[in-house]
């Protein structure tokens, strides 16, 4: 007994002694960053990585699982009101530099809160240059490492396009990985220094991108496989190169900063002075993509009318229309996004009245207009087929599964699930958009980061402000004429001949508007056309519809008969001059003392 | 297992040869205040021939052995030997244990004389603790001890332990807690809420350096010590307690009855619709269905006003989920003796919390209750093996089963901390009382239009329906811990090594936990809409197609299982030289412990740890006193440049009432002591997560950076089968990276005098903590990767501790004692890379840790202040009635730059408490107020916005233009406001928590040995005891809480509970 006591003791503190060498030593086998960029697996890794938050505006969850830019526009009321969502601070304008983007001295990439505006561009940047740092010591084939270097700074320059469209312009730090030891104080670069860099970058990734079939012109890099599609394209750059331009031609960038700002902001934030010029600028580089011939619009009006620009939204492989994707594997986000309860959707984005009035008639003509054959008391027959295609209405009929067969939605007041409540959020519509109303199966699908028929618009908008409005009339004729609308005894898709240039840049953006509805554009567009102002200040509208006779079924109306009363949301939207940008994250003005911010901030 | 624990007792109670001498010997055992009963009497040489005394103390014992020595003992007296001689009538006086000077107080890895120590400890001994019968340890010691500082925000059984802090916070790292010690060996938080009191000998706490610096880089948030009791010389003693408590909630909120709330909310939309007038508006509840309400029905049709209330409901939901009083029961049982060669202690516990729930799911089988039911187990045992050589061998542990309901709350997962029931009750929208009937007439589960499309994000079902049916799920959980040690006397070798003694030691720890779970689905039981004037389908389904409640799933988990290895090898050294005293410690210690992480990366891989202590220590005569106390630690959570750290201190002491000329001048002292303690103290708990901050890691990581709901690109024409893999580059690694240190400095002043009637003790103390680990504030996010934490911070933490006792003289049939202390601690962040702030008042360095950033509440807006164009507004529109806040920065504008940091941190940084107790003969009282003050409390969304929470009393007081400033609440809205408590914090919502508690209160009567006699039993005590009987805050002004709940609380939880415990004990 004593002996064996004394022995436990003894192994004990030898036990102690000998492993004393490597006892402290830390003990793991995760990744370093020699086991990812020495192999070539987890290099092509990395990138994908970087790819993944390519749609980090665009999706439908970005804040909180149900926020979105949307819900701060006149386009969509949201779901949920709590003061704190980051939505409804968007659209109420009770947020600061300081509140927006998390209360912590430390920004931290949340959820629940505006940071990812700043963030996730950043964190992108550096995951770019990051991996051009280290491309040279990869396997990497030399072909491949240069088209992996092309594929990086293409998505480098969309992560800072981000960045510029939302707070102006902000230091361009090149190819520059920080380290521990920096100290980072440089002022914000001028808008129009970041725009000649980004667009200097697509000029040159658009001589280095292969083409959307593939193949790459220049022998120096590798092209792309079947199984690399939704990478970036020759097509995806010279479109950013457009989208940039365009935005750097509209009002709130060409010429347009806040009264407020004094000379050194005016030149952060946008260019000094208005230039008429930028905008022809914007047309080539949108007929640059047009004349590509490599894209084009989904046309189908023989299956139903409409039927090319709903099932482009569903179509994930092969899609003409679209230039730049985030492809996803078979889903149902955007149903459960956005369908009705009794769809099994959470309904979380609802379309306004206002949006639903922007919708004109079949035959192409506003609703405004005497002429347009619109009946208030019946107010959903004969629109746009996009209407259909983009609203769920009372009557309208989704697929349900229970019935096996499209049944009627209703919102009236007191229908079941899906009714109208005064008091809470309904509006009395859903968003049938991008959303596949037919079957309750997973569909594969892309989303549309940018697509052919923003293209289309864009240049159309440019052609009217450079003067070339009966040009920019005949790209709005191409989408009319793929949406289905009539195409009317004169041809022209109920547009009236000889618009002036204002008339028709009233056209051109609210075609803009319904167009490219929910995809992440109006809130940009109202901003960068300076109209926040009017159609996003006070109250959106709603529709409250009650039963007056008759009894609907689950097939349609049959013989009901509905009152129709547009009744005011209940949260208030607050536009200021201020929001036409984003404040910078008053921390970082704290910490980086030459950061200069907004005007208004 | 149990088997086990028997077989170790029999082998303990060996019993040893006797042979007869034939003397008998009687006489009356005392101690200051009378007979002491059930005293062990026995001979030295002979332990197995004792007696107990009886009633008046008396004992009657016929000496067998040789030694002519008796020895009398008895629990919380001193061990006493008498040599008989010839005498034939011994009488003896016992010496309580804890009323002489020669007490000693534990430390790091031994014991001192109280009257040499040098250090800032706070003891209290087993019996104290187990005046209170809460289940957790750590609630038993508030207001007992100074410098121990608690909040208990929850009452759930098996997770109803307090937060603890020894003298307050001192890093704003959130690793503030104490190092738990017990019996030499480290202890995680679990393990020692879940000690039985039982086995506790006595619990100290450890607070300056000169106690802490031992622990070297683990000590600077101070040290609990706890040693058990341990069996001494003597024929075995038995003793057992029963106990039967009844809890309730020291504070559950109250909600008003359904036409309330239905009045209230139509008023909330009349103030909406005067905002964003809509025409035709009418509310929601029309005047007849007011009166429904009234009269204890609900309406249940399409009203007039064009809503469709359909299905609803009055009900009183407290009344429905939760019973009175739930009960807790507690059993022990311990036996403890030896002889020269073997002592015992052994001890099995047995405790029983039921939850506050109603009985639901008995319908199904299932017990859907919160309870905790847990088997203590100890077995201590001390053999001598050979002269000097000393084993000890612990066997001890726990098993513990801890129930959770289902209840399916909104917008939760299953059993995360949303899943709870108190959520449902304290919100609107889920359980509002009108929500719906609980059971429609033909005996299905109702519900309503109102929950089913109004309140659509919370529309989860029959909260009734979901408790019986939801399922539950227990978590199991078992520790076992064995201690092996063998201590060599190095005395019997030599005189020379008189006074010196090596010890090696193993630990072992083992914690194991598992779940079972049954449970059903959001949604797999039916509800209906009960429509009585529909003739065609009166029951609508609340989902369609759901008729039939859907099967039961069964789940199970491993939990979190972590291994500890502790190896020590002690020598010690302890003799005195004439007037010259010297003691000495030298250790060295090894941990290894290997636990589960949720980061994958560490996911058991083992934390270890290596460290040497010393400890030299110099009195003479007890007059003049010094120590010198050392840790060297080495973890490996550094690089290995910075692994190794030194933590030294020094501290001395001058017994002023030892001097001569002192005793002449002012002999009514006892004892007068000034002592002062300096040195460095380090932390290496940085964080959970990350084990080795000096590291770069890189992930495989799929998830875009914004927590999308897995929408990970894929590429490919074809219909691709899985996403690429993606790799992302994680936190930076800091290559410096080292623990926080803390230098300490504490200096005090005890006394005690009129013979230790009336004694007390004053400490200042100063600890400035410094290279707290902090994220860098002042680097741009353009940086595009998070830090890695520095070496940065400072804080410094300052306070006072005050502590004054008086006992009357125990000798008299009637006596009493008061006890009170006192301490304050307050920290203030003196760097933390804050970001140079706009304004000063936003700073939050010069302010304690845990201080939020806050409006300042300056009334509310009445219509004169809307039209005024110079009374500040926030940006978004305001109405009369909302908030008001002080325009700090008078840009004419409210917005954020206008909260400052204001009000106190949650944690009270001043609490006391007061001891007082009396005793008649076998009758004492004894009762102890606690109180803490210096502390905000706020609350949000369900815990206190109108229509967010159910509605209180308080919400009646909301702002109209009658009440104005006197109203208690702002205008009632159902939209976000400025006075939103979520967005908008201000100091209308966080107000002071002070409160002070009748925290335990205990009656004791000795039940007279006379009836006890008859019965065979030697002694038996029964007694009542409470804990949290009684509260004073001044918390109710707003909230219907209790004032422990966390700050910003967004809804009720399980709220602590005030217990009421009935017991016996007998010894044997």
Known sequence: MKKLLLLLLGLSTALGACKKDTFLEPQTNALTEETVFGDSIRTMGFLSRTYQDMGFTFQKGRWSSHGNSEHATDDAEYFFSGAAQVAVQLYSGSFTASTFYGTQNNLSNANNNGSDFWLVPWQNIRRCNLLLSKLSDTPLTPRMRARVAAEARFLRVWYYDQLLKTFGGVPLIQDKVYDITDVINSPRSSYADCVTYLVAELDDLATKLPNADGSNPNAALTGYAAADYGRVTRGAALALKSRILLFAASPLFNGGADSRADAEQRTIVSYPAADVNRWQLAANAAKAVLDLGQYGLIEDNATKPGFGFYSSFLRRYPNQEHILTYERLANRDMEAFYFPSSRGGNRYSMPTQNIVDAFPMRNGRAITDPTSGYNAANPYANRDPRFNNTIIYNGSRVFRAADNAATAVYTYVGAPTDGFDATTYPTGYYCRKMCDTATTANQERGWPLIRYGEIVLNYAEALNEVGNTSAAIDQLITLRRRAGILAGTDGRYGIRSGLAQAEARDLIRNERRIELAYEDHRWHDIRRWKIAEQVNNGFNGRMSIRLVSGTPTATGPGNAVWSYTVVPSLRKHNFRPEMYLLPIPDTEIRKVPLFRQNPGW | ?1068
Do not use: C
Request: no cysteine; net charge neutral.
């Open chain 2, 1 to 1068: 297992m149990k088997n086990l624990l028997l077989i170790w007792l029999l082998l303990a109670t060996v019993v040893q040869g006797a042979y007869a001498q034939g003397r008998t010997v009687q006489g009356v055992v005392r101690d200051r205040e009378g007979p002491v009963p059930g005293v062990a009497v026995y001979e030295k040489d002979n332990t197995t021939n004792g007696v107990s005394t009886d009633v008046e103390g008396g004992y009657r014992l016929t000496i067998k052995g040789k030694s002519g020595i008796l020895i009398f003992r008895s629990v919380n007296y001193k061990l006493s030997e008498v040599q008989v001689g010839t005498r034939a009538t011994v009488n003896v006086t016992l010496e309580s244990t804890d009323q002489t000077l020669d007490e000693v107080t534990v430390v790091g890895f031994g014991e001192q004389k109280k009257i040499t120590q040098t250090g800032a400890v706070s003891q209290v001994s087993g019996k104290d603790i187990r005046e209170n019968p809460s289940a957790s340890l750590q609630n038993t010691l508030v207001g007992r001890l100074p410098g121990f500082f608690a909040q208990q925000p929850s009452g759930r059984p098996g997770g109803d332990g307090a937060n603890f802090f020894i003298r307050g916070v001192s890093s704003y790292n959130n690793n503030n807690q104490p190092l738990i010690i017990v019996d030499d060996i480290q202890y995680s938080y679990d393990q020692f809420a879940r000690l039985d009191p039982n086995e506790i000998e006595s619990l100290a706490i450890l607070k300056d350096a000169a106690t802490t610096a031992i622990y070297g880089v683990r000590g600077a948030n101070g040290v609990v010590v706890v040693t058990t009791r341990r069996g001494k010389d003597g024929p075995p003693q038995i003793s057992g307690r029963v106990e039967v408590g009844f809890s309730q909630p020291t504070k559950l909120p109250t909600y008003l009855d359904a036409a309330e709330t239905a009045r209230l909310y139509n008023q909330a939309q009349i103030n909406d619709n005067n905002a964003n007038p809509a025409a035709n508006f009418k509310p929601r509840f029309t005047d007849d269905e007011l009166q429904l309400f009234r009269n204890g029905s609900a309406p249940n049709s399409l009203n007039a006003n064009g809503y469709d209330n359909r299905g609803m409901g009055n009900v009183d939901w407290r009344k429905e989920l939760f019973q009175n009083w739930s009960e807790q029961y507690r059993a022990n049982i311990d036996i403890s003796g030896g002889s020269p060669r073997v002592r015992y202690f052994t001890s099995l516990g047995y405790l029983s919390q039921n939850g506050m729930l109603k009985e639901f799911g008995q319908n199904s089988g299932v017990d859907a209750n919160y309870f905790q039911k847990r088997i203590n187990y100890r077995s201590n045992l001390d053999i001598n093996i050979t002269k000097g050589l000393e084993m000890r061998a612990d066997l001890y542990g726990n098993f513990a089963q801890v129930n959770l309901p289902h209840p399916g709350s909104p917008n939760s997962e299953a059993f995360n901390a949303n899943d709870d029931v108190f959520f449902d009750y304290s919100s609107f929208a889920t359980l509002a009382p009108f929500a719906y009937n609980i059971y429609n007439p033909d005996g299905s589960y109702g519900y309503s239009s109102w929950s089913k499309d109004v309140q659509s994000n919370t529309n989860e079902g029959n909260v009734i329906g979901r408790l019986n049916n939801y399922g539950y799920r227990r978590t199991f959980e078992n520790n076992i811990n064995t201690v092996l040690q063998l201590k060599q006397d190095m005395g019997v070798l030599g005189d020379a090594l008189k006074g010196l003694s090596a010890t090696g030691r193993v630990a072992y720890t083992s914690n194991y936990s598992y779940y079972r779970q049954m449970i059903r689905g959001r949604n797999s039981i039916p509800n209906f809409i009960y429509d009585p004037n529909s003739a065609t389908t009166p029951y609508i389904p609340r989902i369609a197609d759901l008729y039939r409640i859907q099967p039961y799933g069964l789940g199970y988990s491993a939990g979190g299982t972590s291994r500890a290895l502790t190896l020590q090898a002690i020598i010690n050294y302890d003799r005195t030289f004439g007037a010259h005293h010297v003691s000495g410690l030298a250790l060295y210690n090894r941990n290894t412990n290997t636990a589960g992480n949720s980061n994958s990366i560490y996911n058991f891989i083992p934390a270890n740890f290596l460290g040497y202590s010393l400890r030299v220590g110099y009195d003479y005569k007890e007059r003049y006193l010094v120590q010198f106390n050392a840790g060297y630690n080495g973890s490996d959570r550094f690089s290995s440049a910075n692994r190794y750290g030194l933590f030294p201190a020094v501290s001395a002491g001058w017994n002023i009432a030892e001097e001569p000329f002192f005793k002449n001048v002012a002999p009514v002292f006892d004892l007068l002591k000034l002592r002062a303690s300096y040195g460095l103290v380090g932390n290496d708990a940085l964080g959970s997560g990350q084990t080795y901050y000096y590291v770069q890691n890189y992930n495989g990581s799929n998830n875009t950076t914004n927590n999308n709901p897995n929408a990970p690109i894929t590429f490919g024409q074809t219909t691709p089968g899985s996403t690429p893999a993606g790799f992302i580059e994680g936190t930076l690694g800091n290559d410096n990276v080292t623990w926080e240190k803390e230098k300490k400095f504490d200096g005090a002043l005890e006394f005690r005098l009129l013979k230790g009637a009336l004694s007390g003790s004053i400490d200042y103390f100063r600890n400035e903590r410094y290279d707290i680990l902090t994220t860098r504030g002042t680097v741009s996010s353009i940086f595009g990767q998070n830090l890695p934490p520095v070496n940065l911070g400072r804080v410094r933490n300052q306070g006072l501790e005050l502590e004054l006792g008086y006992q009357s003289p125990l000798s008299r049939a009637f006596s009493y004692f008061i006890r009170g202390n006192y301490s304050y601690a307050k920290n203030t962040i003196l760097f933390q890379d804050e970001p140079n702030n706009q304004y000063d008042y936003q700073n939050f360095t010069g302010n304690s840790i845990g201080q939020q950033r806050v409006y300042i509440f300056d009334g509310f807006y009445n219509a004169a202040d809307l039209a005024n164009r110079d009374v500040a507004k926030p940006l978004t529109p305001v109405q009369p009635g909302d908030l008001k806040y002080k325009d700090l920065n008078g840009d004419g504008k409210i917005d954020s730059y206008d909260q400052s940091v204001s009000g106190f941190p949650s944690l009270p940084n001043t609490t006391y408490g007061v001891n007082l107790g009396v005793r008649y003969k076998g009758f004492s009282v004894s009762v102890l107020f606690q109180g803490a003050s210096n502390f905000s409390v706020a609350g949000a969304a369900e815990a206190i916005k109108a229509f967010g929470s159910n509605l209180t009393a308080v919400h009646q007081q909301a702002w109209t233009p009658e009440l104005g400033d006197d109203a208690r609440y702002p205008r009632l809205t159902l939209q976000s406001s400025i006075s939103d408590p979520v967005t908008n914090r201000s100091t209308f919502w966080q107000v002071s928590g002070n409160y002070v508690r009748l925290k335990t209160a205990q009656i004791n009567y000795d039940l007279p040995t006379a009836w006890l006699k008859q019965i065979g039993v030697p002694a038996a005590r029964i007694y009542a005891n409470g804990t949290n009987l009684l509260t004073w805050t001044v918390l109710d002004k707003l909230y219907d809480f209790d004032p422990e709940i966390s700050l910003n609380a967004t809804r009720s939880n399980y709220p602590p509970q005030r217990l009421v415990n009935f017991g016996l004990s007998v010894t044997f």
